[in-house]
């Protein structure tokens, strides 16, 4: 597994699709966590409560393992999945894609929603802001006082985020560092404590 992943910025994609007087408004979010998702739906339904439907599919975690996709009330696979499609054609993940559909009158089929909510959804992909983020991991080293230029020496060489750290007789501090820089970092600080 790489330690590397691609996902979109926090401005959010606007695409569009229209076909049959039936308008689909589609909206890509970056999103970290499942509540996160659940408020960014309530606040679509909410919003475009006449709307016929609110489909959407997301992707979550660095191995893409977390995944969803909804038909909202369209036929089986004819919106969600399509939606979801497009994230990973795009080989994307830590994405909501939310696509809204106004119902014009007419039946489009299912041939006809599979790629209206395909095309919307690749449309607010192409207006998103696509990037690499770092798969970072979370250490946390304790030492005595005494041993704290040793271990700044280490962190200034190594470079890892400080998230958090506590200095006093026994001193803590919490690093984020990419992954396959954490065994290297571990290892260094535990050479430390037996110098």
Same mark, same amino acid.
């Given at each position: 597994m790489t330690d590397e992943y691609k996902t979109i910025t926090e401005v959010i994609g606007e695409g569009f699709y229209s076909e049959?007087?039936?308008?689909?408004?589609?909206?890509?979010?970056?999103?970290?966590?499942?509540d996160e998702i659940k408020d960014i739906l309530a606040s679509y339904r909410k919003k475009y409560y006449v709307a016929r439907h609110v489909c959407y599919a997301y992707v979550l975690g660095a191995d893409k393992a977390d995944f969803r996709a909804? &038909? &909202?009330g369209e036929p089986s696979s004819t919106a969600g999945k399509p939606i979801l499609g497009?994230?990973?054609?795009? &080989?994307?993940?830590?994405?909501?894609v939310i696509v809204v559909r106004y119902y014009g009158g007419v039946n489009l089929g299912t041939g006809g929603l599979i790629v209206a909510y395909r095309?919307?959804?690749?449309?607010?992909?192409d207006h998103a802001t696509i990037e690499t983020r770092l798969v970072e991991e979370v250490i946390t080293y304790s030492f005595p006082y005494p041993m704290m230029n040793a271990v700044m020496r280490v962190i200034k060489e190594m470079q890892p985020r400080i998230?958090?750290?506590?200095?006093?007789?026994?001193?803590?501090?919490?690093?984020?560092?990419?992954q396959e820089m954490a065994p290297v970092l571990r290892d260094r600080l535990e050479k430390l404590s037996f110098e």
């Amino acid at each position: 597994m790489t330690d590397e992943y691609k996902t979109i910025t926090e401005v959010i994609g606007e695409g569009f699709y229209s076909e049959k007087r039936s308008k689909f408004l589609a909206f890509a979010h970056h999103v970290e966590t499942i509540d996160e998702i659940k408020d960014i739906l309530a606040s679509y339904r909410k919003k475009y409560y006449v709307a016929r439907h609110v489909c959407y599919a997301y992707v979550l975690g660095a191995d893409k393992a977390d995944f969803r996709a909804n &038909d &909202d009330g369209e036929p089986s696979s004819t919106a969600g999945k399509p939606i979801l499609g497009q994230i990973n054609s795009y &080989d994307l993940t830590n994405v909501l894609v939310i696509v809204v559909r106004y119902y014009g009158g007419v039946n489009l089929g299912t041939g006809g929603l599979i790629v209206a909510y395909r095309t919307a959804a690749a449309d607010a992909l192409d207006h998103a802001t696509i990037e690499t983020r770092l798969v970072e991991e979370v250490i946390t080293y304790s030492f005595p006082y005494p041993m704290m230029n040793a271990v700044m020496r280490v962190i200034k060489e190594m470079q890892p985020r400080i998230v958090s750290q506590t200095f006093d007789n026994t001193c803590s501090i919490s690093m984020s560092i990419r992954q396959e820089m954490a065994p290297v970092l571990r290892d260094r600080l535990e050479k430390l404590s037996f110098e």
